[in-house]
Nanobody, 123 residues
Framework: QVQLLESGGGVVQPGGSLKLSCTVN????????VAWFRQVPGGDHEFIAN???????WEVDSVKGRFTASRDNGKNTAYLQMDNLQPADAGVYLC?????????????????WGRGTQVTVSP
């Protein structure tokens, strides 16, 4: 059974930085596409960024230049470096994994989900 565990959330001031981690456990192959989502009011999930096993990445325009996805395949861990955080970035961040390298699939592509880590941006 595949399990995802996020960490790295916290409280920062506007302009601050956080680095989230997502470790994929229970899998013998580090070939998952890993994505980051933010839970929005109402329970839906807003796509933020993803990265495949080859290091190819895609992120939404609102975070380009501020957020960077990366990964360490040897550690089965993906990261989301978040810089210049703003109050609008606050929320629960979840990682999700899919058995594909294609970056632009729909949300249903992701079969495995973590429980999330809270990011708070407050003066």
């Amino acid at each position: 059974q595949v399990q995802l565990l996020e960490s790295g959330g916290g409280v920062v001031q506007p302009g601050g930085s956080l680095k989230l981690s997502c470790t994929v456990n229970g899998s013998s192959r580090a070939n998952y596409l890993v994505a980051w989502f933010r839970q929005v009011p109402g329970g839906d999930h807003e796509f933020i960024a993803n990265i495949n096993v080859h290091g190819e990445r895609w992120e939404v325009d609102s975070v380009k230049g501020r957020f960077t996805a990366s990964r360490d395949n040897g550690k089965n861990t993906a990261y989301l470096q978040m810089d210049n955080l703003q109050p609008a970035d606050a929320g629960v961040y979840l990682c999700a994994a899919a058995t594909t390298t294609y970056l632009y699939g729909p949300r249903s592509t992701y079969l495995y989900w973590g429980r999330g880590t809270q990011v708070t941006v407050s003066p």
